[in-house]
């Protein structure tokens, strides 16, 4: 029986061919046909930890290629925190009647003090344990990781090591884990500020029916 890999040499190199596009139409096989419905922030952040967790699930099931999926992995698990924390600040902003522009950095470390100061306005009386655990994990990111790049390119702008912190492994399903559990309280405090957002909303669209203003 064929291994694996003996499979994959017997399969017929792909190459370049004439009339090659990359953005077409989906037509061939709707399984494979993505809609852009809008430029939500939310479809953005959902798609990059769904893509992480994907691949965490693929690493589980088959034990194999973890040493060349890291990098993706946990780059888009950033990525996912960053745009949630920005989502987080938007709503919160909105609540507050500032429209301001959204910050464009991507430093998690502000973002997240942010969107705390945000979350603790929502909800003044819960404790803050929880919020200390992310607040502790988001560090530990921003260390590794502090400008979105050492997870996408191997060098730094000076040449150097984008890793700095040279451990030995990573338990990326620990790793997993953890997100999951950050995300539960960052798609929980988003949704709750959505959700007093709607009601303040709808309460001035009565207050201006009923006073004309």
Known sequence: MDTEDEKIQDKELPWPKKGDTLFSKGQDDI??????FSTSGTLYSTGY??????????LRKHGREQDFLVY???FMYRQYLE???????????RLEDDYSA????????LLWKEARKHIKN???DSPEHD?????????????????STAFRYPLDKEGGRSLKDRWENLDIGKFADVMDRISSLL???????IEHLDYKREMEREYRADYGE
């Open 131 to 147: 919020l200390n655990v992310v607040e502790a994990c988001i560090k530990d990111f921003v260390k590794a990781d502090p400008a």
């Open 102 to 109: 959204l910050p464009i950095h991507h430093e998690l470390g």
């Open 83 to 93: 745009l949630q924390l920005k989502e987080i600040i938007t709503a919160g902003r």
């Open 187 to 193: 798609e929980g405090s988003h949704s709750g500020i």
């Open 31 to 36: 399984n494979t046909t993505a809609c852009f």
């Open 122 to 124: 929502r909800w003044p």
């Open 49 to 58: 930890k769904r893509a992480s967790d994907i691949l965490v699930e693929h």
């Open 72 to 74: 993706p992995i946990i």
